[in-house]
């Protein structure tokens, strides 16, 4: 069983930066592929940005493209979402996840251990 936890969501003003942490316990996901997705109201859950088990690979959703960053550190078992020129739009509620192996890292079905969630309000 894995246990992820998302912090570091805040209320910021348009412009401004953020970064967010996922701690994995109860089991590694060291061996893992991870995203991070998230989910404004009314709306669906949206891919954000994903990174290989070995942090050499990254995806970015285009809307988040040159302002959003992934990283990890395997040895703290901790995945990172720096946020960079946050927009009104990027308001939402942001979750990491543990993708199942082989699979596409954009839809949320390939995933299978997600957090409960930490809140980013931007507003202009």
């Known amino acids: 069983q894995v246990q992820l936890a998302e912090s570091g969501g805040g209320s910021v003003q348009a412009g401004d930066s953020l970064r967010l942490s996922c701690a994995a316990s109860?089991?590694?996901?060291?061996?893992?592929?991870m995203g991070w997705f998230r989910q404004a109201p009314g709306k669906e859950r949206d891919f954000v940005a994903g990174?290989?088990?070995?942090?050499?690979?990254?995806y970015y959703a285009d809307s988040v493209k040159g302002r959003f960053t992934i990283s990890r550190d395997n040895a703290k078992n901790t995945v990172y979402l720096q946020m960079n020129r946050l927009k009104p739009e990027d308001t939402a509620v942001y979750y990491c996840a543990r993708r199942q192996q082989v699979a596409n890292f954009y839809l949320a079905r390939n995933y299978d251990y997600w957090g409960q969630g930490t809140q980013v309000t931007v507003s202009s």
């Open positions: 109860g089991r590694t996901v060291g061996s893992y592929a």
């Open positions: 990174i290989s088990w070995s942090g050499g690979s990254t």
